[in-house]
């Protein structure tokens, strides 16, 4: 029977190059034994995410999720829910690349990532739920959500990594701490955040200290609750985190859990949560993790 392979692709991503890469990346999927097809994402909401559930429920055996970690998520959230996944692959053509940092796939050569899948290696990744919708690589909520969906769209495209760095400098004196309880396992804490993370790889924004014990595939998020709202801590810590030296700070939470239950004190303060670079909804929300849910090829 032949294997059916779908790439879904960004046309806006990476400086609008990515479709000049499409017919080398069909021809190393048909290399790889595929029966290779391409849709191109509009500006329809949920394009990704519908051309995936879609190939998935007609039995597709691999889907490439070719853009940015936005891309990414949504063809996860078109496969996740599936009693029966496809495999996924990825071809990283954003701005930060988390995910595909994680996994060690080729992030400056579209068609190098390509040929990641001619080496036939793949794992089995955990996949966050947050609510009803799934994320691969982090969730958030306070200061990071603001940076990191925030940062408009053409800045990222022309400024890269440097639209991130703008978007800090120019949040810095605006941070401020919200009156949160969350509850992991084993543990809980009630009281001031002025940011907390459920991290799923060891790269956040670029970053790949942050998280320095980070594994894919063991059914754990790593926690991350930043007790403080004061400028001078927060640059103290981001300063601390570039190396991993920041887990034992007493205005850090740092936990392991499969699952987090977040609840805002303050009635009248509206919470937006960050899953993996964009708004997914708001507080209060209960996260799980799905340990292994979904198999991806790495390098």
């Known amino acids: 029977m032949v294997k059916k392979a779908r790439l879904i692709y960004n046309p806006v991503s990476g400086n609008e190059q990515m479709p000049a890469q499409v017919a080398g990346i069909l021809n190393t999927l048909e290399q790889a034994g595929y029966e290779a097809s391409a849709f191109q994402t509009t500006v329809e909401e949920n394009s990704a995410m519908n051309e995936a559930k879609r190939v998935g429920l007609a039995g597709f055996d691999l889907v490439v999720a070719a853009g940015g970690d936005g891309t990414i998520n949504e063809v996860v959230n078109g496969i996740a829910p599936l009693p029966e996944r496809p495999k996924m692959a990825v071809i990283p053509a954003g701005t930060t690349n988390d995910f595909a940092r994680a996994l060690h796939i080729p992030r400056d050569d579209m068609q190098e990532a390509a040929k990641v899948i001619l080496e036939g290696k793949t794992m089995g990744m955990d996949i966050g739920l947050a609510g009803d919708k799934y994320f691969m690589n982090i969730a958030g909520s306070g200061s990071l959500t603001e940076l990191t969906y925030g940062v408009p769209s053409e800045f990222k495209s022309v400024l890269g990594y440097a639209a991130y ?135």
């Open 165 to 299: 760095v703008i978007k800090g400098a120019e949040m810095l004196p605006k941070i401020h701490a919200v009156n949160m309880h969350l509850k992991w396992d084993g543990g809980e804490y009630e009281g001031k955040l002025s940011l907390f993370l459920l991290a799923m790889t060891n790269s956040i924004g670029g970053f790949e200290q942050v998280v320095p014990d980070a594994s894919l595939a063991d059914g754990e998020f790593t926690l991350i609750g930043v007790k403080t709202a004061n400028p001078v801590d927060v640059l103290r810590l981001l300063a601390m985190a570039f190396n991993g030296n920041h887990i034992n700070d007493p205005q850090i939470i740092y936990e392991r859990t499969t699952h987090l239950s977040v609840k805002v004190l303050d009635e009248n303060e509206e919470v937006p949560v960050n899953l993996d670079g964009e708004l997914g909804g708001y507080l209060p929300l209960e996260f799980h993790n799905l340990k292994q849910h979904i198999e991806f090829f790495v390098k």
